[in-house]
């Protein structure tokens, strides 16, 4: 099994880039933003949203021929002044979410057996800067796959493990079963500490069953 898993690099669904050796472990994902694979659509989507809300709140004219924008510019009070600060910075948010999800993201895990190393660009992070992570292997433990939640595009999965009993996590929302059970099968491996999870494997077959009968629809569509 080790030496299958030498010489084989995987490609899960959210092209994961796995390798593992006798010595090292190396996880590599470079997906959109989130859990979303299909970010271009669901960006184009926020952005349209959030110009529609923001000309709707400013530029929009009222029963008078003006708009908010005008009654600020002529030291006029906004008509439910509250509201439209509430509704303007709720489409900011998704403005800068849309364009969040066009920007460079990724993570990397690389352990050895003296030194876990995690490799991401931040969620707040526009410019695609990389954020690196050391620590020694005597300070981590509890590697496991933890499930964060359920969404439209399905379960939300990530691998957490702790530092010194501080709760640290990777691949959040963009890992699946698969994926997580061959890292962690590796870490084990190299003598880290994997937690125990009794419902893994049966997550994993269950998903690799979506991901045929998903393969199956798509072939029977063409």
Not at 56 to 85: E, I, K, P, Q
Not at 148 to 172: A, T
Request: with cysteine; hydrophobic share 40%.
């Amino acid at each position: 099994m080790l030496q299958f898993l030498m010489r084989e690099r995987y490609y899960g669904r959210q092209k994961f880039d796995i390798k593992v050796t006798t010595d090292s472990v190396e996880a590599r994902c470079n997906l959109p933003f989130g859990p979303k694979r299909n970010c271009i659509l669901f960006s184009s989507l926020l952005l349209g949203c959030a110009v529609w809300g923001i000309y709707r709140a400013w530029l929009s004219s009222d029963s008078h021929g003006h708009n908010n924008w005008w009654y600020l510019a002529h030291y006029n009070t906004v008509s439910d002044f509250n509201s439209v600060v509430i509704a303007t910075v709720i489409y900011v948010l998704f403005l800068m979410l849309g364009i969040r999800l066009l920007c460079p993201a990724g993570a990397i895990l690389v352990c050895n057996r003296n030194q876990v190393t995690t490799i991401r660009i931040p969620w707040y992070c526009f410019t695609g800067r990389w954020v690196i992570r050391a620590y020694n292997t005597s300070d981590v433990s509890g590697f496991r796959l933890k499930f964060y939640g359920s969404g439209r595009s399905g379960n939300v999965y990530g691998i957490r493990f702790l530092v010194n009993g501080e709760k640290k996590s990777i691949f959040r929302g963009s890992i699946e079963p698969p994926e997580a059970y061959r890292i962690l099968l590796g870490l084990k491996s190299l003598g880290l500490d994997v937690g125990s999870d009794p419902k893994l494997l049966s997550r994993v077959k269950l998903e690799l069953l979506n991901r045929k009968e998903e393969e199956l629809n798509r072939r029977m569509r063409i």
